[in-house]
């Protein structure tokens, strides 16, 4: 005849324990070099693109930006949360070349390329008077947000991106780590049509920059 194993409290908890610590191996580990978010608002271009379509092709009559980066690296829109340089410093301008701004200089976690290329990227309409929204999944906090935008003349339709045709409107303090939103008020008075806004942040976790291209249309 069987005998049942008795189970005290002492084999219930050791049992309990191992179980745990079963499933948890099964997890896997967040990757801690990257802060991983971009500018939710207003969105950024590969952001766009994702809210828009999803992982599908896009429309290219629709959206030809989107289509045109779909075609040359869809990645770069299903990775929309790792636009980011490491190791730049203070000078971050003289790291990131102009006309590779919004790729951050080609340092991400994928070829960010096609989001430099000019051309009619879908905007979103706003005020001169607007908020920025940084959303960081990771949730490391931020040292800082550094907001530019273009000035009144530069043609996104047309132009490579230079540091010279942005100006800085804002730069703010910290935010801390644990909150997954960074959320700031910007002025860019005296500008109207489209225009480019690029939200730099840098990241409390090591030095790592997110360069961020919203196309905005005010007015």
């Not at 191992?18 to 969105?43: M, V």
């Not at 949730?139 to 043609?155: C, E, N, S």
């Not at 997954?180 to 939200?199: E, F, K, P």
Request: with cysteine; proline share 6%; hydrophobic share 30%.
């Amino acid at each position: 005849m069987h005998t049942a194993r008795a189970y005290t409290p002492r084999r219930i908890l050791l049992t309990l324990a191992l179980l745990t610590a079963a499933a948890l191996s099964q997890i896997p580990l967040a990757n801690d070099a990257g802060a991983h978010g971009t500018t939710i608002y207003p969105e950024t271009r590969n952001y766009g693109c994702l809210q828009r379509w999803g992982s599908s092709q896009p429309n290219e009559a629709e959206d030809p930006m989107c289509y045109r980066v779909y075609q040359e690296n869809a990645n770069a829109i299903t990775a929309w949360k790792a636009v980011y340089a490491n190791n730049t410093g203070d000078n971050y301008q003289q790291v990131i070349p102009d006309g590779q701004i919004c790729s951050a200089g080609g340092q991400g976690e994928t070829d960010y390329s096609p989001l430099d290329h000019p051309g009619p990227w879908r905007a979103t309409g706003i005020s001169p008077y607007f908020t920025v929204d940084v959303y960081d999944e990771a949730r490391h906090g931020a040292d800082w947000l550094q907001i530019y935008v273009t000035k009144q003349g530069y043609d996104p339709t047309s132009q490579p991106l230079r540091w010279s045709d942005l100006e800085l409107v804002k730069t703010t303090g910290s935010y801390p780590g644990g909150s997954a939103h960074y959320v700031t008020d910007t002025s860019a008075s005296g500008r109207s049509g489209h225009h480019v806004v690029l939200t730099v942040w840098k990241a409390s976790h090591m030095d790592q920059k997110y360069f961020l291209c919203s196309d905005v249309n005010f007015g």
